[in-house]
């Protein structure tokens, strides 16, 4: 089946350690892009690529790393400069950046404890 | 800059009613897409309908349709026949089709409970 596999689904970090998170889809989509859910806030987009070996920050990357190696993955890092990284985190596509719906993962919540 | 508004944080509808949710947005271009996605207790985004702001004609998806008034920068969506598996999260998005600002921009979300 094709989709868009995010893990792990719960995730909990200590201060002031980096953690990534992973999103892989097989739908041969050339965008991806990670977004941040906060309750009673729709979705803020940390960043997104349009291609392999491109990205470009969001509204809201600080704190946060990507990389964009291979067509089919989009790892996400959430650094210990982020100041308040706990939230839900979710990771979508779409067939280019410039057409079409995006279709989403179905999340990693992250807790620093 | 772009911003979408749902003004509605919680509705309510009794099973087989209908109901509509509203979504206002801002915007200077004059072509993009709206869409509405629905976030139920797993989580998972699930989109339910699109509509191109070129297209006159409101989208349709079996229960499911849209009043798009370009004009008045309205967008709400219309539920019909409600359904308990209907009790979601919804989500109005605005996306940009200017080069490189293809970035959606997503509203506050609405929860909708059914009531059986």
């Known amino acids: 089946d094709g989709g868009i596999t995010q893990s792990p689904k719960y995730l909990f970090r200590k201060e002031g350690q980096n953690v990534t998170l992973s999103c892989e889809q097989n739908l041969n989509h050339d965008a991806m892009y990670w977004y941040r859910q906060d309750p009673g806030q729709g979705l803020r987009l940390i960043y997104y690529s349009q291609i392999v070996n491109d990205f470009q920050k969001g509204d809201i990357a600080e704190g946060y790393s990507v990389s964009r190696e291979k067509k089919e993955s989009f790892p996400l890092t959430v650094t210990s400069a982020q100041k308040n990284p706990t939230a839900f985190y979710l990771c979508?596509?779409?067939?280019?950046?410039?057409?079409?719906?995006?279709?989403f993962g179905p999340g990693t919540r992250l807790t620093v404890l | 800059a772009q911003t979408v508004t749902q003004s509605q944080p919680e509705m309510s509808v009794q099973e087989a009613e209908t109901v509509t949710l509203s979504c206002t947005y801002d915007?200077?271009?004059?072509?993009?897409?709206l869409f509405w996605y629905k976030q139920p207790p797993s989580r998972q985004m699930i989109l339910v309908i699109r509509?191109?702001?070129?297209?006159?004609q409101n989208a349709t998806e079996n229960r499911f349709s849209v009043n798009f008034q370009k004009a008045a920068k309205s967008f709400s969506l219309k539920i019909s026949d409600s359904q308990l598996g209907d009790a979601a999260m919804y989500f109005c998005a605005y996306r940009s089709t200017f080069s490189g600002t293809y970035k959606y921009i997503f509203g506050t979300g609405t929860r909708l409970k059914v009531l059986a």
């Open positions: 979508a596509s779409s067939i280019k950046a410039s057409t079409g719906e995006q279709f």
């Open positions: 509509q191109e702001a070129y297209k006159q």
């Open positions: 915007t200077s271009e004059s072509d993009y897409y």
